[in-house]
């Protein structure tokens, strides 16, 4: 029995994606980035190399408060807060 390409290639991301346990979920940032929050504003964020330093005007998250998918817990909450340059919550 031949199976057309498109079912095939759905099947081949559909095994890969069980094999390396990835889920559906949006990731916020790529393998090999962490996500920073913006100074200033509830909804500012971006992702940044591990090895590079948050870029001016964001902050790293608080360990154990980073957002991973989109619309997590820590996703939803950031949404929610602005912080200073120090990472200090300043309104709500």
């Known amino acids: 029995m031949r ?3 498109y079912v095939l290639t759905g099947a081949g991301i559909a095994a890969a994606l069980l094999a390396t346990g990835c889920t559906i979920r949006d ?3 790529s393998d090999g980035e ?4 913006a100074v200033g504003n509830k909804t500012g964020a971006t992702c940044v190399s591990n090895n590079e330093r948050p870029p001016t005007g964001y902050v790293r998250y608080p360990k154990g ?3 991973q998918h989109v619309g997590d ?5 950031w949404a929610t807060v602005v912080v200073d340059k120090d990472g200090h919550i300043v309104t709500s």
Do not use: M
């Open 3 to 5: 199976y057309p390409l």
């Open 27 to 29: 990731q916020i940032c």
């Open 34 to 37: 962490y996500t920073v929050k």
């Open 65 to 67: 408060k980073v957002p």
């Open 73 to 77: 817990k820590w996703d939803k909450y």
